[in-house]
């Protein structure tokens, strides 16, 4: 019961509050952008293996007296750059590209995740006051059922079985109310985990943002928007390019090497080198591996095919569950009405001895359960809004127009695509501002 009391004592919060604490707060979310950072470097990567790679050695060498120094030393530097591959490095570059771009769309996936699960938390709560709330009005008109029972009854108006029904029910209601209780507690523990802190007294929901005005329209839009969709798209992009990568290896590569050196004695020599090398034999496994990029395209757009499937079909359904919810709630709101009625004119028949106290309670309890089947039908065709926005693919922080700055996924690429050397170029002084604003330093 207090914890039910909590959840309405607190300043009032609308859902957009939740869904900016749920936003804020996410580990998931968090989690995820770190994975893009992750995959943002292996851009970077790919771009360092097309540029000058620089290394210095030192030697020292022991060798037995015959003649000269038994100990000699050299200190040199070695430079190498690949100057032609036939683009496989490049390609590399370009797979590593998309592959960014799908994590992108992965996280616009796992980002309206977090923001339906906080349509839900919210909802719930609403769901679970609403429902303690009818509960415990439920139980004070049976206490004040069982009060007027038991008077009459001391007058001989009516008979023991009257009072011991009106009993009974009240027993029931403590029953209902508190396996209520229990509910509530749940929904606001879901509620904690999502947004990081207690409801305060939730207000009814904003107007629904706005959606499609067809069942058509939200199939073309989430064939367009929808992220994990892109997200395959773009994998299949890299899967493809993948296979002229491998195909590339089988051709020569042009590589350029010098090298200076100086010795204990100050004598110094240099060289230069151009090399150039390919493949003759290696057993199949330069085929071998064309063949399975080309498997993996394959599966790739395999899974491209299921995914859109997938897509129109979530949204068949997102559409499908607002359609019932949007008539269970009509009709919820009559049989409200209706049973409203029944109980108005049954309390005025047993007051002149045309009801029995079983007929009132039978009819209290129609209210109740009306009641509660309208409660649920509200929360339902909400959580039916937001759902199909999540099959369509805007469930997301701009849309939604939350009005708080969001996560740039492009910030952190932009400052390491071209593969910085940190406190040396001035890519990596930008990287290390960058840094600071996520925090990481």
Do not use: C
């Not at 349509?119 to 769901?127: N, Q, S």
């Amino acid at each position: 019961m207090a914890l039910a009391l909590s959840a309405t004592s607190a300043a009032a919060e609308t859902l957009t509050d939740a869904l900016i604490a749920a936003y804020r707060t996410s580990g998931l979310l968090e989690q995820n952008r770190a994975l893009l950072r992750a995959t943002d470097e292996d851009v970077a990567q790919a771009v360092a293996a097309l540029r000058p790679v620089l290394t210095w050695v030192a030697t020292s060498r022991y060798a037995e007296p015959t003649q000269g120094d038994e100990l000699t030393g050299s200190v040199g530097l070695n430079a190498s750059l690949l100057l032609f591959d036939f683009g496989a490095s490049r390609l590399n570059v370009d797979i590593q590209k998309e592959t960014v771009l799908a994590t992108r769309a992965a996280l616009v996936s796992v980002e309206q995740q977090v923001l339906l699960r906080g349509v839900a938390a919210f909802l719930g709560v609403r769901r679970e006051s609403a429902f303690v709330s009818l509960r415990e009005n439920n139980l004070r008109l049976i206490q004040e059922q069982l009060r007027a029972a038991q008077d009459r009854f001391e007058v001989g108006e009516i008979t023991r079985t009257d009072v011991s029904i009106a009993e009974a029910r009240l027993a029931s209601a403590r029953s209902g109310l508190a396996a209520a209780q229990g509910s509530l507690t749940r929904a606001i523990a879901e509620y904690v985990t999502v947004t990081g802190r207690t409801p305060g007294q939730l207000q009814p929901p904003p107007p629904a943002p706005a959606s499609a005005a067809t069942l058509s329209d939200a199939i073309a839009i989430a064939m367009s928007r929808e992220p994990s969709l892109e997200q395959r798209q773009r994998e299949v992009t890299a899967a493809e390019l993948a296979i002229n990568s491998a195909a590339a290896r089988l051709r020569p590569a042009l590589n350029a090497r010098a090298g200076v050196s100086v010795d204990e004695d100050g004598d110094d020599s240099s060289s230069l080198t151009l090399e150039l090398s390919g493949p003759i034999y290696r057993g199949g496994q330069l085929t071998s591996q064309i063949r399975q990029q080309r498997a993996r395209a394959e599966a790739a757009r395999a899974v491209l095919l299921t995914t859109g499937q997938d897509v129109e079909q979530g949204v068949r359904n997102a559409w499908a569950d607002l359609t019932v919810a949007g008539a269970s709630l009509a009709a919820s709101n009559e049989e409200v009405r209706a049973a409203q009625l029944a109980l108005r004119g049954a309390r005025e028949e047993f007051n002149v001895g045309a009801r029995t106290t079983l007929d009132v309670l039978d009819l209290e309890q129609d209210l109740l359960d009306a009641q509660t089947n309208r409660v649920a039908a509200e929360i339902d065709r909400t959580q039916a809004v937001y759902g199909l926005l999540e099959s369509m693919g805007l469930l997301t922080v701009d849309h939604l127009e939350l009005g708080i700055p969001t996560y740039d996924p492009a910030a952190y690429y932009n400052a390491v695509e071209g593969a910085p050397t940190r406190d040396v170029s001035p890519q990596g002084e930008r990287l290390d501002r960058v840094l600071r604003s996520l925090g990481r330093e």
